[in-house]
């Protein structure tokens, strides 16, 4: 049995007439750069998220660079970032020399917390960057409140959690990405909803701030080579447009999936260790749905590196995201102001383990995964 992290061919298997007519369609009609498919998947995306302006980019980077950029900020204005993410969330703030502040995570939703964003904040906060990490969005309404009371800009992380939503305490539901002032997106080919190569994508609910957004990610034009501010080149091609069209039309099915397979993952483990004293399976938040990007288990009594290396002999890949806390990257040294404690972020990257999760996954595979991690607890605990 072959088993991979993501199984990207099985999926395509399954839509491969679709696909390939999509592809075939922008090719015959070379229309590579901002052909129709690119308008029309802006304009499926949009109406699936409710959200009025979509504006598509090259990747997920570009999309908060990009973000960053149309809000306007200035030298040593100051971003709060959680420390435990991927570190594409504060490169690009370092990179516009603005300055982030990392704050601790949740330990059991592995999401930043209106709490700890309060605490950084100083004078010169600007905004924050919540990041829906794994599939499952952040406490939004508190951050929202939080925000609004300070004046800060938030820039909704979602290149993990496309299709998950989130519930306000009055009962109103929103998509993840189309809450605060800006949402980013990823549509790196292994993320919930990825092309065949590079893709990203902005969501922003106000027009004249969209506006912006899309003459920024277009050379700072509105009218050809008239160039009314700095901006960069960052498109989405058509060929990749016309693939996440196909697969836009499948997300919610794709979600399903991912959930089945780990309320799957959650039984088997649950069987194996009903008190969670080695292993802690995945925290469901009350007020968003899951739309696992990652299973993301917490091993117990610094036995994470063993069960992951037990695994790969009876070849299951894992994988750790993230092995380093973001105060602890070489790149970040001296430059980002850290909270006073980042307590949670370093205690996840040495217990985090990301098991296979996909929308292939059978239970023959999950149930060889399961037994596999039943063996080491037995041998090693
Ligand atoms: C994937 C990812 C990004 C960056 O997306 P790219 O398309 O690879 O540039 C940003 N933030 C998070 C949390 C991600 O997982």
Aim: glycine residues 8%; contains cysteine.
């Amino acid at each position: 049995m072959k088993i991979d992290m993501v199984d990207l061919n099985g999926q395509y298997l399954k839509i491969k007439n679709e696909v390939d007519a999509g592809i075939r369609t922008v090719i015959e009609s070379s229309a590579f750069i901002n052909g129709p498919a690119v308008n029309e998947f802006r304009r499926h995306l949009g109406r699936y998220l409710g959200c009025s302006g979509v504006i598509t980019c090259a990747n997920g980077t570009d999309a908060l660079q990009i973000a960053l950029m149309a809000l306007g900020l200035k030298q040593g204005d100051e971003v709060i970032v959680p420390a435990f993410t991927y570190v594409a969330s504060a490169e690009v703030i370092t990179l516009l020399g603005l300055t982030p502040v990392m704050v601790d995570v949740d330990p059991d939703t592995f999401n930043v917390t209106a709490e700890n964003i309060r605490k950084a904040l100083s004078p010169a906060t600007k905004a924050v960057i919540p990041v829906h990490l794994f599939g499952q969005s952040c406490d939004m309404e508190p951050i929202l409140e939080l925000a609004a009371s300070h004046g800060l800009y938030v820039i909704e992380d979602n290149a993990q959690a496309i299709g998950a939503e989130y519930t306000f305490s009055d009962g109103h539901k929103a998509m993840t990405g189309t809450m605060g002032t800006i949402g980013c997106t990823s549509f790196f080919p292994s993320k919930n909803l990825g092309c065949y190569g590079d893709g990203g994508a902005i969501f922003c609910n106000d027009p004249v701030l969209s506006e912006r957004i899309a003459m920024i990610a277009n050379h700072g034009q509105k009218i050809k080579y008239h160039h009314s501010v700095i901006g960069c080149n960052s498109r989405l091609d058509t060929i990749q447009a016309a693939v996440l069209d196909v697969k836009l039309g499948h997300l919610d099915e794709y979600s399903q999936a991912r959930r089945k397979a780990a309320i799957y993952y959650d039984e088997g483990l649950h069987r194996l260790d009903p008190e969670r004293q080695f292993i802690v399976t995945p925290h469901r938040s009350e007020n968003s749905t899951h739309v696992y990007h990652q299973y993301t288990l917490k091993v117990r009594g610094g036995r994470r590196d063993a069960l992951k290396e037990f695994l790969s002999k009876r070849g299951i890949p894992s994988m750790i995201y993230y092995p380093l806390p973001l105060q602890e990257q070489e790149a970040f040294r001296g430059i980002a102001k850290a909270g006073e404690e980042l307590k949670y972020a370093e205690e996840c990257s040495k217990s985090v383990l990301s098991l296979p999760m996909h929308t292939e996954l059978t239970h023959e595979i999950q149930d060889y995964v399961i037994a596999a991690i039943g063996d080491f607890i037995r041998e090693n605990c």
